[in-house]
């Protein structure tokens, strides 16, 4: 087997992992309706799980069976392509997640305000006043349609979002020293709405800034490496550190109905101020799962783009941390 083959034969074979590693993540999230949504049992768990084990056994065989397909029908892609359009991948996903907490942010802070202020009277009827108080009716009649308006607005625009959630998160924080301190007034709602676009703002950012290579690194050598060391510190760090990380946050958080993650999601879950704060303390426990997928995909790329400074492949990225 001469060198070309051979070289060609650890791009498919690193291309390949990425893309069954994608694939097994995606099989793991729809798995993980079946957990919450219709009681399906984890796998292995139960005597009388075994027609439903089959039916998510089938589904990560179809994620291994996608990232296999994927490379082979596009045997001609380089990593550095592949890693491209898996960094495009998650900002969509990022986008769409981006535009779901502004929407639902803004909508559910007007409702929480219309409830204590009693003025929902003057919109809608008594019995719709009485639902609008339960998260079991504001979660699937009112964050539902927003939740697919942010899924349109997240793949039919181009900004990730970043600038205008901080915004927003300075206009909430102006918000509560003006009514506060000038107007002697404050709401459960407030401090509700500034930690949930918080959230959100630097666990959705994580994976954009690890593809700007703008997260802080302890470097005593690593500034010094060539370009082809750098790759395998950083595909050796991808797979050690970074994704099996995230699959750890993933297993843990969401590995049954009762998990972490999955908990909160089950039962729609709010803060502790009841009806007079905001529905969404619930997606707060789903940005976890969203950080760790986002990171987890992004790693996936930056393993792709190691692997592709290794074996010196043209069209690297000029990154933040590169022109500093």
Sequence with gaps: MNDRSVSRSGTLSARMFAWIVIGTLVAFFVNNVLLVAFDFPPIGFGNDSEGSNMIQLAIYGAGVIFGIGKVFSHSEDTLRQDAELVTNINRTIIRICFWIVLLTGVADALLAFMRVENLLIYF????????????????????????????????????????????MIVAAELMIVLTRFVFSYEQALMGD???????????????????????VRVDLLYANFARRTKGYTNSIGSLVWGISTCVVILFIGMGSKQSIINSPLAVFEVTQAGNIGMFIKYQMAAFLAIFAGTMLIQFVSYFLESIADIRNEPGARVTAAVVQ
């Design 193 to 215: 709405l500034v930690r949930y676009w918080y959230a959100a703002l630097f666990l959705f950012a994580s994976a954009h800034t690890l593809y700007d290579e703008g997260h």
């Design 124 to 167: 809608v009827d008594k019995k719709t006043v009485a639902s609008l108080g339960f998260p079991n009716f504001v979660v699937p009649y009112v964050h539902a349609p927003l939740m697919v308006l942010g899924v349109v607005l997240g793949l039919y625009t181009r900004t990730l979002g970043f600038f205008w959630l901080a915004l």
